[in-house]
Nanobody
Framework: QVELVESGGGLVQAGGSLRLSCAGSGRPFSRYAMGWFRQAPGKEREFVTSISQSGGTTYYANSVKGRFTVSRDNAKNSVYLQMNSLKSEDTAVYYC???????????????WGQGTQVAVSS
């Protein structure tokens, strides 16, 4: 079992930045590829980004590529999401996940955090 706790959400103006953090506990954090997902009101949860166990490989949704950066610190059992140039369409609850990556590159979450709200005002 892995427990994940997100933090860092809030209200920000369009064009601004936020940094989300996710702290893990339980099974060895470094065993898992980590991911970030988001869910806007009335929409399905969608993939945002993932990072491999070592941090050497990352994937991004096209909608955030070039604006968001994922990183991790295995010594601190933490993963981060730096979000720059935020847009109103980035408004959502952001979830951290621990899981793995298939050979196709598809990220498969096994554990979820409780989510943190990000609201971007235009």
């Amino acid at each position: 079992q892995v427990e994940l706790v997100e933090s860092g959400g809030g209200l920000v103006q369009a064009g601004g930045s936020l940094r989300l953090s996710c702290a893990g506990s339980g099974r060895p954090f470094s065993r898992y590829a980590m991911g970030w997902f988001r869910q806007a009101p009335g929409k399905e949860r969608e993939f945002v980004t993932s990072i491999s166990q070592s941090g050497g490989t990352t994937y991004y949704a096209n909608s955030v590529k070039g604006r968001f950066t994922v990183s991790r610190d295995n010594a601190k059992n933490s993963v981060y999401l730096q979000m720059n140039s935020l847009k109103s369409e980035d408004t959502a609850v952001y979830y951290c996940a621990a899981g793995g990556v298939l050979s196709s590159g598809t990220y498969c979450p096994n554990y979820w955090g409780q989510g943190t709200q990000v609201a971007v005002s235009s």
